[in-house]
């Protein structure tokens, strides 16, 4: 018998706290509502993003990738 109706939800870590609210604003609008779903999204999905700018792009990449530089080639 099939246990699926117990499995858990996938997590679903807040942004709240460590982005600013206009970046959080803009990941929202783009269906971005985790940090899982940021991680999925990064790098190119989140450089797509119509308000996400490299600085911006940065500021998502030292809060959740600390020891990556993508470098995107323009």
Known sequence: MSN???KSP????PL???LSD???RILAKNGVHSVEAVKQAYPLRLL???GIG???FRKIEMAFFPDQCYAPDF
């Open 4 to 6: 699926e109706y117990n």
């Open 22 to 24: 206009r970046v959080i």
């Open 16 to 18: 709240d706290g460590l």
């Open 10 to 13: 996938p997590p679903h870590t």
């Open 48 to 50: 797509r993003m119509h």
């Open 54 to 56: 490299m600085l911006r």
